[in-house]
């Protein structure tokens, strides 16, 4: 018999509405789910080996501008 993985999960509230567009955005252009984007940038940012970069220096790479502004 083999061992079940188990899964958590997470609930963003108060996402900023450019951020979810942009997410929408990048997702469509990869065809994939958001769920499934955001587990991957999840994943990668945890994995990373530790840096000077923080989560919002992470994300302002993934995504870049929207509007002009580092979203």
């Known amino acids: 018999m083999t061992a079940r993985r ?4 997470i609930t963003t509230r108060n996402l900023n ?3 979810k567009a942009r997410l929408q955005m990048h997702t469509a252009e990869k065809n994939r789910f958001m769920q499934d984007e955001a587990r991957i940038i999840l994943r990668e940012s945890v994995s990373r080996k ?3 970069q ?5 994300f302002k790479s993934h995504f870049g501008l929207v509007y002009g502004k580092y979203v």
């Open 50 to 52: 530790p840096s000077s």
């Open 54 to 58: 923080n989560l919002t220096e992470i």
């Open 6 to 9: 188990s899964y958590g999960n």
């Open 17 to 19: 509405d450019d951020v």
